[in-house]
């Protein structure tokens, strides 16, 4: 029987999310390619037991995670009735819809009809009532605004979700679905963008729209799939993203140049006393600004490691402007 550890609260630092009460830890775990089919139920209950001992609180979900899509929501089913029966409460679930789920004409985007529906599949595969946070997982061009958001209001107002958000939208898709939601009386609690030295978009508005809307952040693929760790300092390994068909890690993105500039960063991240994986983590977070990083596992090992970046979050001012040098020309803005 798992008991997690007493201490799991003393070495996490906890944020508050916006203008809200909910607070997150500075790192999430996201089961987003690692909870699925070909993984063992050990080998994920091992992972998730030992995230909760190191303090981290939240896991972040969705309804197409796995492969195959699903999968990752009935792991994490199957490990709240077990090893966290009694524990839901420490805990905060998120899941979202939007990406492709299923065929047909329901199994995507942001119609009223597709989240709402999800959502249900979600709560039945999870085990659970309700879900802490449940989002809009991206912009859907040809479905009117009010429409997706009213579909959020209305999960809440069920008593299926705690808190709502929205990922993957512009600065000013963000602005107009706060001010839907406000006149709803459902606040935007969290925008889960991409972020990372390398991709810099939300620098370009949305971050200032965040802190305009008193909504939190919280951002996913801080590691660029990998690049930002000690796999590729010498170039694509055998077994990597980008050197399988992934269609989110090409090879042709693992310049020489890029394998230089991130040779020099694990150097700063050393003398830190950090690794290239554990100082990319705690740039996204420097500041304040974002709230929680999610971050991937496929190991527990890989999960300790990420952790340790949570006792290393400043920055010196000339150890920024070495990062700034060292990404020019690199990062997407």
């Known amino acids: 029987m798992y008991l997690p550890s007493a201490d799991r609260y003393t070495a996490m630092p906890y944020r508050r999310t ?6 997150l830890p500075a790192l999430s775990l996201g089961l987003w390619h690692n909870f699925g089919g070909d993984r063992t139920p050990e080998s994920q209950g091992e992972i998730l037991r030992r995230a909760f001992d190191l303090g981290v609180t939240h896991f972040d979900l969705a309804n ?4 195959p899509p699903g999968s990752a929501e009935t792991a994490m089913g199957r490990a709240l009735r077990t090893d966290f029966a009694g524990l839901r409460d420490e805990m905060v679930i998120s899941t979202k819809a939007g ?48 429409e997706t958001m009213g579909a959020l209001h209305a999960a809440v107002r069920q008593g299926k979700a705690l808190y709502v958000g929205v ?4 600065a000013e898709q963000t602005r107009e679905a706060a001010r839907i939601l406000d006149g709803l009386g459902t606040p935007l609690l969290i925008h ?17 729209a965040l802190d305009e809307l008193g909504t939190g952040s919280i951002a996913y693929s801080p590691l660029e799939q990998g690049i930002l760790s000690d796999r590729y300092l010498n170039g694509i390994p055998e077994g990597s993203r980008a050197a399988g ?10 310049t020489p140049d890029l394998v230089d500039r991130l040779g020099a960063l694990n150097s700063l991240a050393r003398e830190r006393g950090q690794s ?19 971050v991937g596992a496929s ?27 060292l990404v020019k020309g690199t990062a997407r803005p």
């Open 64 to 67: 197409n995670y796995g492969p």
């Open 276 to 294: 290239l994986a554990q100082m990319a983590l705690a740039w996204v977070l420097r500041g304040g600004r974002v709230t929680s990083a999610v």
């Open 299 to 325: 190991s527990v090992a890989q999960l300790e490691n990420s952790v340790e970046a949570v006792r290393g979050l400043e920055f010196g001012d000339d150890e920024l402007a070495r990062i700034e040098e």
């Open 245 to 254: 068909s992934s269609p989110f890690l090409s090879a042709e993105a693992v």
């Open 99 to 146: 990406y492709h789920m299923g065929d047909g004409p329901y199994g995507e985007w942001g119609s009223a009809k597709s989240l709402r529906s999800s959502l249900d599949q979600s709560l039945t595969r999870l085990g659970l009532d309700y879900v802490d946070i449940f989002y809009s997982h991206r912009f859907d061009p040809d479905t009117p605004l009010e």
């Open 192 to 208: 889960q963008p991409r972020y990372s030295m390398l991709d810099r978009w939300v620098e370009d508005g949305l971050l200032d």
């Open 18 to 23: 916006g203008r809200s009460g909910l607070l």
């Open 167 to 170: 990922s993957n939208y512009s």
